[in-house]
């Protein structure tokens, strides 16, 4: 491995720890090398807080080295005053002489000004290290400034035989088709994602909380569709807990602090207006774990990035059907007596 690459290595490592708390900002690893040794290194850790450059500079204990030094940032540097100030400052008051970076800043607010910002003050500046690693790393952030809309994951758990649920349930509550292990890993990629999505029969039928309750981190925003207005008012998602967004035809006659009330219109295209009010709600990802209905309304629309397919270890012989889904190329790993499949969208 290259030595740039090995660095930048280190900035994408650092960097996947704020996943899932530096929304709306995008997730930034930075490195500090002198004479061949890491000096400094940091991470952004959470929006409002120091960015990834700020920690890696305050982290270097002998600061006269800065000017000898390279300093590695898997996204090109901020060049603006948002609610820190621009990280190209920092490093161009520090005098470090070399940066290296991993790819170009979408949001049009930096786009290529912070690597003018660093050059025109003398600085040495090399770009696309690791690119396509640096890229991925930030495939929410870069989805939603440049197609406008959050990053989309659809996530649904079906039997051996094909169907996402038995014919007939006795309580209100979730039946199981995966096992303890894969729960959990949802309960995860809750904490990851900006907010989470389901339709009305959902709700109705399992009254879920759609928090994250098996790993450490923050609850997604919850995003319902209740076209009519049929979920009952003391269902979990109108508990206050968390921020919901909710999607109807017609106005509610609830108010909750925590209750956002959008409408739009169900006889076009759902999938659609819900994503564009999302992205008007800087919402940069979602996971979407509905019913068969608005899991196949995505589907359909093809508004979606990557599907999480459990398939777990029972069998129904009846009940609702699995979404229409082609399920070629993908990827597949054990989760003890579970198979998740996961596969990409890249039309």
Request: proline share 4%.
């Amino acid at each position: 491995m290259k030595i740039h690459e090995k660095y930048m290595q280190r900035c994408i490592e650092l960097a996947r720890n704020g996943l899932g708390t530096t929304y709306p900002n995008p997730l930034v690893g930075s490195v500090i090398v002198y004479d061949n040794k890491i000096i400094g290194e940091g991470w952004h850790k959470k929006a409002g807080e120091p960015h990834a450059e700020v920690n890696a500079v305050n982290s270097v204990k002998d600061k006269s080295l800065l000017k000898k030094a390279t300093i590695y940032v898997s996204l090109e540097p901020c060049s603006h005053f948002g609610k820190t100030p621009p990280c190209c400052d920092l490093i161009i008051k520090n005098k470090i002489p070399n940066v290296v970076i991993g790819t170009v800043d979408p949001n049009i607010k930096v786009a290529g000004n912070g690597i003018k910002k660093l050059m025109e003050a003398g600085i040495h500046v090399t770009v696309r290290i690791l690119e396509e690693e640096c890229n991925e790393l930030n495939k929410r952030f870069f989805t939603f400034h440049e197609k406008k809309r959050p990053y989309i994951i659809l996530k649904w758990a079906e039997s051996k035989d094909g169907f996402i649920g038995p014919k007939e349930k006795s309580e209100k509550k979730p039946v199981w088709i995966t096992n303890q292990y894969s729960r959990q890993l949802v309960h995860k990629w809750r904490t990851e994602e900006q907010a989470i999505l389901v339709g009305t029969q959902t709700v109705i039928d399992d009254n879920p909380k759609l928090n994250a309750r098996d790993w450490s981190g923050n609850n997604p925003i919850r995003v319902v569709l209740d076209q009519n207005n049929r979920i009952p008012k003391d269902s979990h998602v109108f508990d206050n807990q968390v921020k919901t967004i909710l999607f109807s035809k017609s106005k509610q006659s609830i108010e909750k602090e925590n209750c956002i009330f959008e409408y739009i219109d169900f006889e076009q295209n759902i999938a659609t207006q819900v994503i564009e009010s999302l992205y008007k709600h800087q919402i940069q990802s979602i996971i979407i774990e509905g019913g068969r209905q608005t899991l196949q309304t995505f589907i359909d629309a093809n508004l979606w990035d990557e599907a999480r397919i459990f398939v777990g270890n029972v069998e129904f012989n009846e009940g609702t059907k699995a979404p229409d889904f082609v399920k070629n190329q993908f990827k597949k790993q054990s989760i003890d007596t579970d198979q998740l499949l996961l596969i990409r969208n890249y039309d």
